[in-house]
């Protein structure tokens, strides 16, 4: 009788660690379906699917000029897609560096890559009873270094 309570035990002890692990990877598969919505979104100018991905209270913060912070609103920043949506450029690349969770929190790293700028946002994550949703990206961008080819000799 005592090997099989002990036996009981281990396995309920097994079945709630393993439920835990279960909720955690579901968190981050939906955190990553998330970021990957907004990429999607912003690549091909799809305003649903970026407005999709945000919280009502969103808002962009960036550095204009490395001095002055900017702050844009979720309504703001949905203005700039005022155009139908479109295939993505060839020259238009977007991923997820990182992702961090910790219960209803998180944390993710977005690189998106154009033919001049490579953009690096950071995202705060939360879960609400809709699911997990960007509540505020803060931003930088840096040129792509270019290399000039030298012209070939025509002969």
């Known amino acids: 009788m005592r090997k099989v309570l ?4 281990f396995n309920l002890l097994f079945l709630n660690v393993n439920a835990q692990t279960d909720d955690k990877s579901s968190d981050w598969h939906q955190i990553e379906k998330t970021l990957n919505l907004y990429i999607d979104g912003v690549g091909t100018s799809d305003s649903v699917k970026v407005s999709k991905s945000f919280h009502d209270s969103w808002q962009l913060k960036y550095l ?10 979720k309504a703001k920043y949905m203005k700039r897609f005022n ?10 690349s977007g991923r997820i560096v990182f992702i961090d969770v910790t219960n209803t929190a998180a944390v993710a790293k977005v690189e998106i890559s154009t033919s001049k700028l490579l953009f690096t946002d950071y ?24 290399v000039e080819v030298p012209a070939t000799k025509s002969k």
Request: aromatic share 8%.
């Open 64 to 73: 204009e000029d490395d001095q002055q912070l900017n702050i844009i609103k």
């Open 83 to 92: 155009t139908a949506p479109h295939a993505k450029s060839s020259n238009w």
């Open 123 to 146: 995202f705060n994550l939360m879960k609400t009873k809709d699911g997990w949703f960007l509540v505020d990206k803060i931003s930088t961008r840096t040129p792509h270094k270019t």
């Open 6 to 9: 002990l036996l009981i035990g």
